[in-house]
């Protein structure tokens, strides 16, 4: 049985891997020499989406403090 509880386990652990390998530090220039150089973390890169990497990083973060629950 598979611990991935899903209606589609292998295609959404296929989802979250491609999200995976895509988000990263994503580095854009600034404008002009008067503007500042951004980083954030992405993976909408040549139109993926991020949306299960994000999530995933969300629920990493909050099950990891226990300061954070009500």
């Not at 209606?7 to 600034?30: C, H, T, W």
């Not at 503007?35 to 969300?58: F, P, T």
């Amino acid at each position: 049985m598979d611990p991935l509880l899903s209606e589609d386990p292998v295609g959404n652990r296929k989802r979250v891997e491609e999200q995976l390998r895509i988000y990263s530090m994503q580095f854009k220039q600034a404008a002009n020499v008067f503007g500042k150089q951004r980083q954030a973390l992405s993976g909408k890169v040549g139109g993926m989406k991020d949306d299960v990497a994000i999530a995933l990083q969300l629920g990493i973060y909050y099950s990891s403090r226990e300061g954070l629950y009500a």
